[in-house]
């Protein structure tokens, strides 16, 4: 048999952006105006970059708008039809000729994305809607080296996380200065931890603890989460002194903090604990006087112990408890009000997230009150179960932003009458027409 000659595929370019513009096809004496300019040929909730009509066909080109200025661009090798494409804002992308010739030798190497000292040079040069633009399509459709993503401004998020680690301690002795906007920049790096930056600088300035609750805690568990390695030395370091400081200023973002800096350090994040996982199957012993047999295993994720029992009845429980000063109880209030921790339990058919419900008791002695909640579930198929906590506790102010599933399934794995109060305590916050009071409801009864 003959062998056939391997078929050659021809570079693939296409709209780097969501929204593009048809341009006339012949060059105008006249500046292009933007409030003339059609976005994605009447649909601007279409994605340019699924749009059909891009499949193939089209090279990469500038489009000369004015004088002195070229936008990024695209031409149809047979019809000659031409897309600007625009930004965020709806503004034409502008590039360089430089610039041009870099991006039109990565499409024409595509998925292959070594560059040259030379060529990354020039992308430094690019506007960042360019880079990030780029950088989004490397990461949403190859494996793109991490050092790629160094070419964003990095530079703003180091600013912003040392003006947030100077102002979080002495919040009415510090100048915040101007507002720095990371914008949309940094999502091609992932777990967009910047957005919670942006926040965290919001409470900051209005002197908002809850905000800066909530930001914090989000912060911390999406770093918690990150591939650091795209991200520069000396902004890693600025994001580890921040995130201490932030466990610091509130010591139930502890665990959570550690996972974010352990993974800032280059390390895996949340590392494979021993003591978290426990045997299905028990060893011949009574426990007590009742004579079912239980087994538990105890690990510190700080502030919490978190407490894993298996029993012969032929089902589990997950519990966390942490002690409070009186100071601690009345700022849970203000900041929480409702303590949902997160924690994942794992068997050997996968995991699922469940969220404990947290109570104040007490006072328990010596000044001190007791935090705490539990779930009860089936033994899972298999010869082990396991169970840690999941990232950063969150309050009543981000409930109704939590999954369905995961609050359904919590809810019915709610074994006291306190604890399902505390879940309906959850759902009276919540909009009359929000689905979690419903499904909070049914799953209590």
Not at 381 to 409: H, I, M, N, S
Request: hydrophobic letters at 40%.
């Amino acid at each position: 048999m003959t062998e056939q000659p391997t078929e050659y595929l021809a570079p693939v370019h296409r709209p780097l952006s969501v929204w593009v513009a048809g341009v006339p096809t012949s060059v105008s004496s006249t500046p292009l105006r933007p409030e003339a300019l059609v976005v994605n040929d009447g649909d601007e909730r279409a994605d340019a970059r699924r749009l059909p009509k891009f499949a193939h066909g089209w090279l990469r080109t500038a489009i000369r708008i004015a004088e002195d200025r070229l936008a990024l661009g695209l031409v149809h090798a047979e019809t000659g039809e031409r897309v600007i494409e625009l930004g965020s804002t709806a503004a034409p992308v502008m590039i360089s000729e430089a610039g041009l010739s870099v991006l039109s030798h990565i499409e024409d190497h595509w998925p292959d994305t070594f560059l040259e000292e030379a060529q990354l040079r020039v992308l430094r040069h690019e506007s960042v809607e360019v880079r990030r633009l780029l950088l989004a399509r490397l990461a949403d459709e190859g494996h793109p080296p991490a050092e790629l993503f160094h070419l964003l401004p990095w530079h703003l998020v180091d600013r912003l996380a040392e003006d947030l680690a100077t102002g979080i301690p002495h919040p009415d002795d510090t100048d915040p200065g101007p507002v720095i906007n990371l914008r949309n920049w940094f999502a091609p790096a992932g777990s967009r931890f910047t957005a919670a930056l942006e926040q965290l600088d919001e409470g900051v300035r209005d002197h908002d603890r809850g905000l800066i609750r909530v930001a914090a805690a989000s912060l911390c568990t999406r770093l918690g989460t990150l591939d650091a390695d795209r991200l520069p030395g000396a902004t890693r370091d600025a994001l580890v002194e921040l995130v201490d400081v932030l466990a610091r200023d509130n010591r139930f973002l502890g665990h959570a903090a550690a996972v974010a800096e352990a993974r800032l350090r280059g390390g895996p994040g949340q590392s494979r604990d021993p003591a978290t996982r426990m045997a299905t199957r028990l060893a011949d012993a009574a426990d007590g006087s009742s004579g079912i047999r239980r087994e538990r295993t105890e690990f510190e994720r700080l502030p919490f112990t978190v407490r894993l029992t298996v029993s012969a009845t032929g089902r589990f429980t997950v519990s966390a408890r942490a002690t409070l000063s009186s100071d601690e109880r009345d700022r849970l209030g203000h900041e929480y009000d409702t303590v949902l921790l997160p924690v994942r339990v794992g068997h050997q058919d996968g995991a699922e997230r469940y969220w404990l419900a947290l109570q104040v008791t007490g006072p328990v002695g010596n000044g001190l009150w007791l935090l705490s909640g539990a779930i009860s579930l089936r033994l899972p198929e298999g010869e082990f179960v396991e169970a840690d906590v999941d990232g950063a506790p969150l309050g009543l102010a981000e409930a109704g932003l939590l999954d369905v599933d995961e609050v359904e399934r919590s809810v019915r794995a709610v074994m006291t009458n306190s604890g399902q109060e505390r879940w309906e305590h959850v759902a009276e916050s919540l909009p009359g027409a929000h689905p979690l009071r419903g499904i909070i409801g049914r799953a209590a009864q």
